[in-house]
């Protein structure tokens, strides 16, 4: 009875959103026939949960310790589910290891009361809770009733394809199978990532050795964005001028491509990779584009604004790792001595790398429009009103898009600033967001689950490229300039293009730009 109770209260009202979701997509088909699919979809969730406690009664203390585990963790997962409207797979759990010094973003005082009445109190319930023993021939039954179950799917409906969606939505076999997929796919080839090789040892990079095409104390500087969408950019003809500043930028280029993922990690290791998203590995066996920098001999820096990757081993640290300086949020809160830090703290770290002369490769990974959207900026950045001051699901749509547009005025000013800052310099920026975001289409926040296509907002992401004048007084540069103009307008263009093109554009050749993803190739 316990098990049975335990396992209808889990596969259903933990999941009531997405119930709710997926009863209103059968709802409007007006099918008896895909109706039953969709009530089946929620009993085998059920009958594989009872399943699997079953198996656990031979021990009273391990079947109580696994179910208050699973009032715990299901907990977690409806207070993700509610807050963000997202299902959690592998490569989100990677990402949010990758990410743990965020975890204040994420949460709020809600957190507390979900907890002490989602998972404390049923799991008090089961803790003094009287377990009899059931009889074998009792639990003999009701294994073969489910398993009985389970075989008229198969033969009702199409089985295997329902279980396995029913298993990616519903929790817990939604968050048992992404942890295994986690396990499977990341945490191996993270403790392989140590031994990866250089790129050089599959495609030559040279520089040109004409002095003109080399300019002296040349800076290459790239600004990954993040979570902004490009259709909030007044560059993008969006109603509101969240773009002020950019938009007065000469030989700035404005491109709309296409992001390869929807979480950091992945988008940008993919960003940093040689490797296009059709043969994409989360962990690559190549060292990154700051090792091919480091090995073309620029002086290469990873500054990053956001959090906590310097203390874990995630594809973020690694990356940084190969640069020959590099720190994260938490040591930059630590110097200022300021836990309220904004992305133009990067730039005088910036400025000291570009006095101390020489070709330098640095990288400005910024926190952008990260959720807490109102949390970005500064007070004078507060133009569009009421910002949305909680969690964007705990908010009315038009302020969390206040909010939001709030963050992208500061993103347009601190790309502007960094700028500024390369005038009378030797210098190339590109500018690319790993993803975009959410804003409540569809009940959805954040940056989405596996079910997000490439023509969704999250998926589409501005990319600048911008010379100073100083280089573009070169005719080598200029040409360069001049090809990536022509493409300002293609909607073809990806984080595929990125590796490429930062090369490239900075005068570097290898019979790899032969597969014409450069933007500076004509």
């Known amino acids: ?49 009872i399943i699997f406690f079953l198996t656990l009664t031979f021990n009273k203390i391990l079947l109580k310790s696994f179910l208050i585990l699973a009032f715990f963790i299901s907990t977690g997962y409806l ?51 009287k377990i009899s023993a059931t009889s074998l021939r009792k ?38 199978s992404a942890i295994y997929e986690y396990f499977d796919r990341f945490h191996g080839q993270l403790q392989q990532a140590e031994s990866r090789h250089s790129l050089s040892e599959l495609y030559k990079f040279s520089r040109e050795k004409n002095q003109e095409k080399n300019p002296k104390n040349f800076n290459v500087i790239l600004i990954i964005g993040e979570s902004l969408r490009a259709d909030h950019l007044g560059l993008n003809n969006y109603e509101r001028n969240t773009t002020p500043y950019l938009s007065k930028i000469p030989n700035l280029l404005n491109y709309t491509i296409s992001a390869s993922f929807n979480t950091t990690t992945r988008s940008v290791t993919s960003m940093m990779s040689h490797r296009t998203v059709k043969d994409f590995v989360d962990i690559p066996p190549e060292k990154s584009l700051v090792s091919v920098f480091h090995e073309l001999g620029f002086k290469t820096y990873w500054y990053s604004a956001q959090s906590s990757k310097e203390f874990s081993n995630g594809m973020l640290n690694i990356m940084a790792s190969e640069a020959d300086d590099y720190f994260f949020r938490d040591r930059l809160q630590s110097s200022l001595r300021s836990n309220k830090i904004y992305d133009e703290a990067l730039i005088p770290y910036m400025q000291n790398a570009i006095k101390e002369g020489g070709d330098n490769f640095i990288v400005l990974h910024s926190f952008g429009n990260h959720v807490r959207f109102y949390e970005r900026h500064p007070e004078e950045f507060t133009v569009f009103k009421p910002e949305c001051k909680l969690l964007p699901a ?20 601190f790309v502007s600033q960094v700028i500024e800052s390369l005038k009378g310099t030797n210098s190339i920026l590109f500018f690319a967001s790993d993803h975009g975001v959410f804003l409540g289409e569809n009940g959805v926040y954040a940056n989405g689950g596996k079910k997000t296509s490439d023509n969704d907002a999250v998926k589409k992401v501005p990319m600048f490229f911008y010379m100073t004048d100083q280089l573009l007084r070169d005719q080598f540069y200029r040409k360069k300039f001049a090809a990536a103009a022509q ?20 005068g570097v050749k290898s019979e790899l730009f032969e597969r014409d993803l450069s933007i500076c190739r004509k």
């Open 1 to 49: 009875i316990l098990i049975v109770i335990s396992s209808i209260f889990l596969g259903i009202f933990y999941n009531f959103k997405t119930i709710q979701s997926e009863f209103a997509l059968y709802l409007s088909d007006s099918s008896i026939l895909k109706f039953l699919i969709f009530s089946s979809e929620i009993l085998a969730v059920i009958v594989v949960i």
């Open 487 to 506: 493409k300002t307008k293609s909607e073809s263009l990806s984080h595929d293009n990125l590796f490429d093109s930062l090369l490239d554009c900075s």
């Open 139 to 176: 639990k003999i039954i009701v294994s073969a009733l489910s398993i009985l179950f389970l075989a008229a799917l198969q033969i009702s409906f199409d089985a295997e394809k329902m279980l396995k969606l029913s298993f990616a939505q519903y929790s817990p076999t939604n968050y048992c």
């Open 79 to 129: 207070y993700v589910l509610n807050k963000f409207g997202t299902i959690l797979d592998g490569a989100m759990i990677a990402n949010a290891l990758d990410s743990t010094g965020h975890a204040d973003e994420v949460i709020d005082y809600s957190l507390g009361i979900y907890f002490f009445c989602f998972a404390f109190l049923p799991s008090s319930l089961i803790f003094f809770a």
């Open 394 to 413: 705990s908010c009315p749509l038009k302020d969390v898009t206040n909010s939001y547009d709030n963050s992208v005025l500061y993103t347009d000013y």
